[in-house]
């Protein structure tokens, strides 16, 4: 059960009209694009071949499986294989047939083309669809800032909180350690990663998450040093209750109050940096639906604007929805606003 005050925060944000709408619309847009393999895909979602019912979304069939001569996986624009289905069943395609990395090799017109009845926001330089490759690009954008604001956030407050609960000698030994950290060149090293193997997207967050978790330091390690010092803290001391007990239950959520309201900020930031990485070539390989390469697309092809639009609205709704939340989940925890 929620307390009285979460339910008034929780009661004031949704009074905030322009919050709630861009939560709903965000949620809306992020969970449109788990599904988006049911949504743009160059399988079928579902098959029928000789009296038997398959998901080729899920499961691979070969050409020779379908009528083909060859053991590899079957490609269901190929006019034999097509024709094999119709006499033999039925096959459903998703609304967008084309995944991804699907490249239309049925374009009659040069590449990048321009949006029509087959791909709705045009092709990039190499025949891909672009409402794919943004539905495909959403989805990985955004599961990457959860994990990397998750844990760098988590990291961020354990450190500020042992900072400012146990203070002296501790305090000042991880705030040079910080101060060290952060003079660090980042940008550098990772063009020395990507000079020494192909970036990931594990290996992409890892970097990040080892030069984003001081975002948080900072105002949790001063939340403590105020915190610490309360009576219920003392009390808490002189029952004997453990200092790890005392920073989980009786100081950190109050640190947690002003952390929460920065989230939705970090992870606009965490977008950001994976969309300019990838833009500067630092990022993710091909193999990944980036939407820092479609702004790479939409700059290195002026003559095909349809390119830039598209990434430019995909992204500043994304960020402007990010940036409303964030507003909402910060005046909801201002005091003074609240009353």
């Known amino acids: ?17 322009r919050a709630k709408c861009a939560l709903v619309l965000f949620s809306f847009v992020f969970v449109l694009s ?12 579902l098959l029928k071949y000789k009296g038997h019912f398959y998901m080729p979304v899920f499961q691979t069939l070969t050409d020779e499986f379908l009528g083909g001569n060859f053991p590899t996986p079957a490609d269901y624009k190929d006019p034999l294989i097509r024709e094999n289905i119709n006499k033999n069943g039925f096959m459903i395609m998703p609304l967008i047939a084309f995944s991804y990395n699907t490249v239309d090799y049925e374009i009659e017109t040069q590449t990048p083309s321009a949006p029509d009845k087959t791909h709705w926001l045009g092709t990039d330089d190499e025949g891909r669809d672009i409402v794919a490759r943004i539905l495909y690009g959403i989805r990985l954008s955004v599961v990457f800032a959860f994990i990397l604001t998750f844990v760098s956030s988590a990291t961020g407050i354990f450190i500020g909180a042992v900072q ?7 305090d000042i030994v991880l705030q040079r350690f910080i101060e060290i950290w952060e003079s660090l060149p980042q940008l550098f090293i990772l063009i020395i990663i990507a000079s020494l193997f192909i970036p990931t997207f ?16 900072s105002m949790v390690r001063a939340e403590f040093l105020r915190t610490r010092n309360f009576e219920y803290v003392k009390a808490a001391k002189a029952l004997g209750v453990s200092n790890f007990r005392i920073i989980l239950k009786h100081i950190l959520p109050n640190a947690l ?12 930031e965490s977008i950001v940096a994976l969309t300019s990485l990838d833009f500067l070539g630092l990022g993710l390989s091909d193999q990944y639906p ?10 290195d092809n002026l003559q ?24 909402g989940v ?10």
């Open 202 to 217: 594990w290996t992409i967050l890892l970097i990040l998450m080892l030069f984003s978790w001081t975002s948080l330091t």
């Open 34 to 45: 788990l599904f988006s393999e049911l949504i743009a895909n160059d399988k079928p979602l």
């Open 1 to 17: 059960m929620l307390s009285p005050v979460w339910k008034q925060r929780i009661a004031f944000f949704k009074k905030n009209k």
């Open 257 to 268: 109050v002003t952390s929460l309201t920065f989230i939705p900020f970090i992870l606009s």
């Open 330 to 339: 910060r005046d909801s925890f201002d005091v003074r606003k609240s009353r």
């Open 164 to 170: 400012g609960y146990f203070g002296g000698k501790v």
């Open 290 to 299: 980036s939407l820092g390469d479609l702004v790479r697309q939409g700059k």
């Open 304 to 327: 095909a604007p349809w390119i830039g639009l598209s990434i430019f609205v995909v992204l500043a709704g994304l960020l402007t929805m990010l940036i409303f939340i964030g507003e």
